[in-house]
């Protein structure tokens, strides 16, 4: 993997699309050698990824 997503580069993903992103980066991170540079920027990626569906993510009812 050579890009780092940033919020910029998911702010026109839908949440469907975010949510297949984020699978693809979970392969990638699982091919990667442990402690590699590939495997560090997935895991950067990931998690912009994840931050990007909880603020995308309706929250539970309001009480």
Request: proline content about 5%; aromatic content about 4%.
């Amino acid at each position: 993997m050579s890009h780092i997503y940033t919020f910029q580069d998911l702010q026109t993903r839908t949440l469907s699309q975010l949510h297949m992103l984020r699978g693809a980066l979970q392969r990638d991170l699982s091919l990667a050698a442990p402690y590699s540079a590939d495997a560090r920027q997935t895991l950067a990626s990931l998690d912009v990824v994840n931050r990007m569906i909880r603020m995308r993510s309706p929250s539970g009812p309001k009480l």
